[in-house]
């Protein structure tokens, strides 16, 4: 199985940006089609952004789609959200998460396998 951790969350004032990082352990990374989701307090956790194992294909929500990216370096076992143009509603605890053999597509909670524990971004008016 693969291990995630994530870090680069914090405080951030509306129009800032963040990047987000998830480091990969445990097995090999290629072969793990990654995923971010985020869940604000009393909601459910929604998709937020998928990329292909090779990072050749990814898919956005709607909500985040030309404000943020997401990315991956297989070299360094790491998948990164870089998030620009912040508003408060994109508070919220994001998640990383991963899937063997999975591919881009992939945008439910349920299709993900393994998680990481969360980073708090929370973005002031």
């Known amino acids: 199985q693969v291990q995630l951790v994530e870090s680069g969350g914090g405080l951030v004032q509306a129009g800032g940006s963040l990047r987000l990082s998830c480091a990969a352990s445990g097995r090999t990374f290629s072969n793990y089609a990654m995923g971010w989701f985020r869940q604000a307090p009393g909601k459910e956790r929604e998709f937020v952004a998928a990329i292909s194992r090779k990072g050749g294909s990814t898919n956005y929500a709607d909500s985040v789609k030309g404000r943020f990216t997401i990315s991956r370096d297989n070299a360094k076992n790491t998948l990164y959200l870089q998030m620009n143009s912040l508003k408060p509603e994109d508070t919220a605890v994001y998640y990383c998460?991963?899937?063997?053999?999975?591919?881009?597509?992939?945008?439910?909670?349920?299709?993900?396998?393994?998680w990481g524990q969360g980073t708090q971004v929370t973005v002031s008016s």
């Open positions: 998460a991963a899937e063997l053999y999975g591919s881009s597509s992939l945008w439910s909670t349920r299709q993900y396998t393994y």
